[in-house]
């Protein structure tokens, strides 16, 4: 099992590594703009987190969306690509992306 989580991790590394020399070539967030990437909302019970790193648990979701609604304005993400379109808002403007479609977000991420 730990050869197969490792196997795994390895390619979420690699992945991240070719998005990274790839990103010269693809779209840009305007100025200014942050986008977050949730890949899975789930309570694991896992602690080592270089097993399992792209993982947050509900509570901190949930403390992640409080802080955000103080600091910062959530927009689509096709907002936050427009060239500009940060630099006419007073706050920090983030898009919240959720990859892989896991069921997890509507029982954990939803409610938040």
Not at 31 to 46: F, K, P, S
Request: glycine share 8%.
């Amino acid at each position: 099992m730990k050869g197969k989580i490792f196997l795994k991790h390895a390619v979420k590394h690699a992945a991240g590594l070719a998005a990274v020399a790839l990103s010269p070539l693809t779209v840009r967030a305007g100025q200014g703009a942050c986008i977050l990437m949730y890949h899975r909302v789930a309570d694991t019970g896992i602690f080592d987190h270089s097993l399992d790193d792209w993982n947050i648990s509900p509570t901190q979701l949930q403390k992640h969306f409080e802080w955000l609604s103080k600091h910062a304005e959530c927009v689509p993400l096709g907002d936050a690509l427009k060239p500009g379109y940060s630099g006419t808002r007073s706050k920090p403007v983030v898009a919240l992306t959720f990859d892989d479609g896991f069921a997890n977000f509507s029982q954990n991420a939803l409610p938040c």
